[in-house]
């Protein structure tokens, strides 16, 4: 196996096993809002735990955007001709 894949490989792995890591948390949130991902949760069939953690993950590794930003980008690459 080569150097690239084998580190890779380690990489990947020690990602594993610190998701694996998972802490129980408490926090507090607004009926409405805890509501909304409850049924948002509920449309997409996962449990809202799981929707909770999922936008965590993603705002703290910079792979949450804001829906105004995408369109904004969307459209400068439409205007530009590159879509």
Known sequence: MGSCVRRDSDHLRRIAERS???????IR???????????I??????PYQTLIN?????YVTNQ???????LK??????EAGAL
């Open 54 to 58: 999922t936008v965590v993950h993603k």
């Open 64 to 70: 949450l955007y804001e829906k105004d930003e995408v």
């Open 73 to 78: 980008t969307l459209r400068a690459v439409k």
């Open 29 to 39: 949130m607004s009926s409405f809002d805890l509501s909304r991902v409850k049924e």
């Open 41 to 46: 949760a509920a449309e997409q069939g996962m």
């Open 20 to 26: 694996k890591k998972n802490e129980a948390i408490s």
